[in-house]
């Protein structure tokens, strides 16, 4: 059974820094692009960032350009964020996603909050 | 970066209807196009990938169809559990935009 669990979130102050974990199990993670997608509370869906199976190429939302860095770790089967320079805005709950066919994302984690106030 | 559109952005329906929901792209997405369905407090769970293809394990009810720009959804029977709110995403190139969602709501 694939897993995915979400670490790291919590209480940041504005400007501050975060990193966000995601531990994979129950498929080869080796084999398949990460993806981070968040959600403000009571708002929609926003796509963050997506790295491919060997790192070689990253992708980012301008929203998260320039102050936020995805990379994995596969020997760990770890995903993460390093998020810095944060904004009240960049307050969501972050999901960590498996890519599938055409890169859809089939398999999501639980999610974990980020809350960033002063 | 390629805007992604959803109509409606609500609908109200009885148990049986069919429901349809449309997504549009601002430009020519070449059926890198997914459907997903979120359950308050839940993750998103992938329903249709590729425009068209089932994902595993999802009811046959739903459906997914389109193609270039345009994009539509279909549970052909709503049942009581699909009562949740519907995302499109297009992954043809990046930024990975998302639709901003239709909720379905029970009449």
């Known amino acids: 059974e694939v897993q995915l669990v979400e670490s790291g979130g919590g209480l940041v102050r504005p400007g501050g820094s975060l990193r966000l974990s995601c531990e994979a199990s129950?498929?080869?993670?080796?084999?398949?692009?990460m993806n981070w997608v968040r959600q403000a509370p009571g708002k929609g869906l926003e796509w963050v960032s997506a790295i491919s199976i060997g790192s070689v190429s990253t992708y980012y939302a301008d929203s998260a350009k320039g102050r936020f860095t995805i990379s994995r770790d596969n020997s760990k089967n770890t995903l993460y964020l390093q998020m810095s320079g944060l904004r009240a805005e960049d307050t969501a709950v972050y999901y960590c996603a498996k890519e599938g066919e055409a890169a859809g994302l089939d398999h999501w984690g639980q999610g974990a909050l980020v809350t960033v106030s002063s | 970066d390629i805007q992604m559109t959803q109509s409606p952005s609500a609908l109200s329906a009885s148990l049986g209807d069919r429901v349809t929901i449309t997504c549009r792209a601002s430009q020519s997405i070449g059926s890198y196009l997914h459907w997903y369905q979120q359950k308050s407090g839940k993750a998103p769970k992938l329903l249709i990938y590729?425009?068209?293809t089932l994902q595993s394990g999802v009811p046959s009810r739903f459906s997914g169809s389109g193609s270039g720009t345009d994009y539509t959804l279909t549970i052909s029977s709503l049942q009581r559990e699909d009562f949740a709110t519907y995302y499109c995403?297009?992954?043809?190139?990046?930024?990975?935009?998302f639709g901003p969602g239709t909720k379905v709501e029970i009449k």
């Open positions: 129950g498929f080869t993670f080796t084999r398949y692009a």
């Open positions: 995403q297009q992954t043809y190139s990046s930024p990975r935009t």
């Open positions: 590729a425009a068209t």
